[in-house]
Structure formats: structure tokens, C-alpha cells
């Protein structure tokens, strides 16, 4: 049976990591996202899981690159300038196909000095490999985060789990919790096939790749984001009959005989759905799309979906300086 909680969507995702129950958490603190360890240690005592404090998060993302690789179910948590600082690390771990799950609490990338909410991080990470999934509400969150293992073990993909800095991230609302059991069964237990303290199968993580390997590297990566999109239906769709809360690659509002849409992703939705309203109040026909899974991208089914409007307006969080617009 569900019950209600107010909490704030760090509370929600340390609510859920505590739930699951994981090996290990590689933990260093970077505002928003400080949280979210900060909430986790409070649980240690309930949990099994093996919580290493560390000096950067470069070093994060390395106790789960190792805790991964050996076969444990590792998390960590980031923002900005730490997700920035494990760059080089994002691309190893795809690489690797280690399904860690990472908790981002979106803020702005310095330049100018700024610490509020854009997408400049994790937008910057979109090629690195790892599956991306965005939120709306703290509900959003909590159900992502629980859907999150379920799909990078099933695919041995990476994912983040992204909600917006302080609007989220520090906003209490009230949400519906899973039973410790139910998010227990619904993420299930961890049993890799292959990890480096497996002695029947010796084998390298992270081994020098030359060209020919490389590539086959890189073309099994761009083949799982493919074939990730079966299975993330198929988690959500699992989700909805535990909990009544329906889920796909984007949500549409008010998209049935619109002739002008506008596309956002994150908590941007809720301001939208309501100029939606306000709009549709004054006799005009808009509607709206809110982009939950980015990668993979979902091309085209928001193909489908925009083709039936006259005009799109795509409202980024983050300018990519392509001169191509949204």
C-alpha cells in the first residue's frame, strides 16, 4: 500500500536509494545535489550499503567504476562542476557498460558564476553514453530513480536521473511512497554475468582499445541506446500496474487538436502546462510536450506526436551554441 510523504525531491531520491538498498555509494558534496549523500548517511545504519566518503567526485565515480566492475550495484550523486570533474569518467563507464546509477541535481555550469537551475550540465554529458531520463516533480523523481536500475542492468548501460537544482531538488511537495518491499521486488537483486572477481571467466575492464576495437566498442554502445527503448516501456509499463502512475518517453498535454506546441523538459512543465491553460482559456489551440527520456532519443515518436501542429517552440534550459535553435 502507498503512503504519503512531503519531501523534497533530494529527500525522495535518498528515500528511494535507502529502499533499494545498493552496495556501494561513492559520496562527495556539490550544491544542490549535497543532499542527497547527506540524507543517504542518516540510513546507514539500515542498510547495507558500503558508503566511501571521498575528496572529489572524480573519486565519486571511481569507487563505482571499481565497485561496479567487480559486480556490486553502485550510486552516486552530482551537480554542475562535480558532474564536470568526473567528464572523462562518464565516458569510461559507458564504455565499460557498467549500469551505475547516478543522481543529478541540475545547476548551471560557471561561466558567468551561477548556482540556479539549467540543464548545461547534464546536456553537456548527452553523447558521453549514459541514458538520461528528466523529471518534472518530486513524485517524477522518486518513481525515475526507482525505474532507473531496471533499465541500465537489464541494457548494462549507465543512467542518470536529473531533476532541476532547488526547484525540485530543495521544493517539499507531497508524493506516494512504494512499500520497502515493493521497490525491493520491483528492482529485484543484482546478478551479473560477468565482474572481475568472477574467476571462472577472467577477463579486463578498461583495456587499451585500438582502432578496430574501438569501433566495435563504440557501435555496441550506439546499439544498446537502441535497443534500451523497449525496455524503458517496459519498465514504465510494470511500474504503472504497481502503482497507477503511467509513464513513456514524454508526456503530451492538451496535444489532441493543438496547432501550436511547446517542448520542455523538467520542472519548465509545470509553468507551461499552465500558459497552456490560460491559453486555451482565451480560445487558443496550444499544447504541450514534456520530454521525460532524452537519451535515447525518442525521435520518432515526437516526430508523430509534433507532426499534426503548425508551430513548435522548443524552450531549452541550455543554449548549445549549435545556431541551429532548440
Not at 541535481?105 to 549514459?130: E, F, Q, Y
Not at 542492468?153 to 549507465?158: D, F, K, S, V, W
Not at 537544482?165 to 530543495?170: D, K, L, P, V, Y
Request: hydrophobic content about 40%; aromatic content about 8%; charged content about 20%.
Amino acid at each position: 500500500m502507498a503512503k504519503t510523504d512531503r519531501m523534497s525531491g533530494n529527500e525522495a531520491v535518498a528515500m528511494a536509494m535507502k529502499q533499494i538498498n545498493p552496495d556501494v555509494m561513492g559520496a562527495f558534496p556539490i550544491t544542490p545535489s549535497t543532499e542527497i549523500p547527506q540524507y543517504f548517511s542518516q540510513y546507514i545504519a539500515e542498510v547495507d550499503t558500503e558508503f566511501v566518503a571521498v575528496e572529489s567526485e572524480h573519486s565519486a565515480m571511481s569507487v563505482c567504476i571499481g565497485a561496479s566492475a567487480a559486480g556490486a550495484r553502485a550510486i552516486t550523486a552530482t551537480s554542475s562542476a562535480g558532474l564536470a570533474y568526473m567528464w572523462e569518467l562518464l565516458y569510461v563507464v559507458a564504455s565499460a557498460r557498467l549500469p551505475i546509477t547516478m543522481a543529478v541535481v541540475n545547476r548551471a555550469l560557471t561561466g558567468p558564476i551561477n548556482i540556479n537551475n539549467d540543464h548545461s550540465d547534464s546536456m553537456g554529458a548527452r553523447d558521453s553514453g549514459w541514458i538520461q531520463i528528466y523529471a518534472e516533480t518530486n513524485q517524477e523523481v522518486y518513481d525515475n530513480y526507482i525505474q532507473a536500475m531496471p533499465i541500465s542492468e537489464t541494457i548494462r548501460l549507465p543512467i542518470m536521473i536529473c531533476q532541476d537544482g532547488f526547484i525540485t531538488s530543495h521544493g517539499v511537495s507531497n508524493i506516494e511512497l512504494m512499500e520497502d518491499d515493493e521497490v525491493k521486488g520491483f528492482v529485484g537483486e543484482y546478478k551479473p554475468e560477468n565482474y572481475l572477481l568472477k574467476h571462472e571467466n577472467p577477463l579486463a575492464v578498461g583495456p587499451y582499445g585500438i582502432s578496430p576495437y574501438y569501433m566495435e566498442v563504440k557501435r555496441s554502445q550506439a546499439q544498446a541506446m537502441k535497443d534500451a527503448m523497449p525496455i524503458i516501456l517496459d519498465v514504465a509499463n510494470r511500474f504503472e500496474k504497481l502503482t497507477g502512475r503511467k509513464y513513456g518517453f514524454f508526456e503530451e498535454y492538451m496535444m489532441d487538436d493543438a496547432e501550436v506546441a511547446l517542448v520542455v523538459i523538467g520542472s519548465s512543465a509545470g509553468t507551461g502546462k499552465e500558459a497552456v491553460d490560460r491559453l486555451r482559456a482565451e480560445g487558443k489551440k496550444v499544447g504541450l510536450i514534456k520530454l521525460r527520456v532524452f537519451r535515447p532519443f525518442p525521435r520518432a515518436q515526437l516526430a508523430e506526436a509534433m507532426c499534426k501542429v503548425k508551430a513548435v517552440a522548443i524552450m531549452d534550459k541550455a543554449e548549445s551554441f549549435s545556431n541551429s535553435g532548440g
